[in-house]
């Protein structure tokens, strides 16, 4: 097992999520892919920035560091799944309330993911290497609004993207999409982190201000997480066991990409 085997393994299952019969909410959504192909960064474990998410700053004290998922954490992988156009598309389109594609990619979507994460590290670990998927270890707690590992923050630290004005994480990819994360001892190549600042593939438009249902975003100070977590289980009512918005993620020049990038190129 080597790095390119394990990001085709990632990217091969990533590519195979598609809403069952079973699951769909209508028999058009029957059959959807969910994903496009994802991206891969990767940090060394002892890089700083990971215990700098400790922070009151960013993430909080409880936020753990690798080596508190295997001690003889090396590297951290970050993978970044965009979400498929028609799963984009079909949310841009105008309404409040989350279009049914995007519930499935928001619920069976992370469902698929978690069961990727799962494989992957046992993956792994057959091939001889310590390997922990924190979104899918007993020790993952949420904290608040925030959890003990968040996978924006890291794929920040791993050189996937900055931050936006909604707190999502703008990849060369976009914004629409879901995260996971390996930690292990099996050697990777260090991603080159383009950027140095936070925000620096948002150029702060102000689209996501008013794509929001609920006004939970801020043009000067961003998203305030109790309105939008209010959305999100008035969403859960309406549509359980599913909830979902992304209203913030799609219609706004970073669903798909990194438009300061596009700008400075």
């Not at 990727?116 to 290497?129: D, K, M, N, Q, T």
């Amino acid at each position: 097992m080597n790095e390119f085997e394990l990001k085709e393994f990632i990217s091969g299952k990533a590519l195979a999520v598609r809403i069952s019969e079973a699951e769909a909410l209508h028999p058009a959504l029957s059959g959807m892919r969910v994903f496009d192909a994802p991206i891969f960064a990767a940090a060394r474990a002892d890089d700083p920035l990971f215990s700098g998410l400790k922070s009151a700053d960013a993430v909080g004290a409880h936020h753990l560091v690798p080596a508190d998922w295997t001690r003889d954490a090396r590297f951290v992988l970050s993978v970044f799944f965009p979400f498929a156009e028609r799963v984009r598309a079909a949310n841009a389109a105008p309404g409040r309330m989350p279009a049914a594609e995007w519930l499935h990619g928001r619920i069976e979507g992370q469902k698929h993911i978690s069961a990727v994460a799962a494989a992957s590290a046992e993956l792994l670990r057959r091939a001889g290497f310590s390997a922990v998927a924190p979104c899918v270890d007993a020790r993952f707690c949420a904290q608040g609004f925030t959890s003990n590992w968040s996978e924006r923050h890291v794929a920040f630290v791993c050189g996937l993207g900055t931050f936006g004005l909604s707190k999502g994480l703008i990849t060369e990819k976009g914004i629409a999409g879901r995260f996971f994360s390996l930690v292990t001892n099996m050697g990777l190549s260090v991603s080159r982190r383009g950027y140095t600042e936070l925000y620096e593939y948002c150029i702060f438009c102000g689209r996501c201000v008013k794509r929001c249902p609920v006004d939970a975003i801020d043009p000067e100070t961003g998203k305030a997480h109790a309105p939008c977590h209010a959305f999100l289980e008035e969403t859960r009512a309406r549509f359980s066991p599913r909830y979902g918005c992304g209203k913030c993620q799609t219609g706004v020049p970073c669903e798909s990409g990194a438009p300061a990038r596009s700008v400075k190129l």
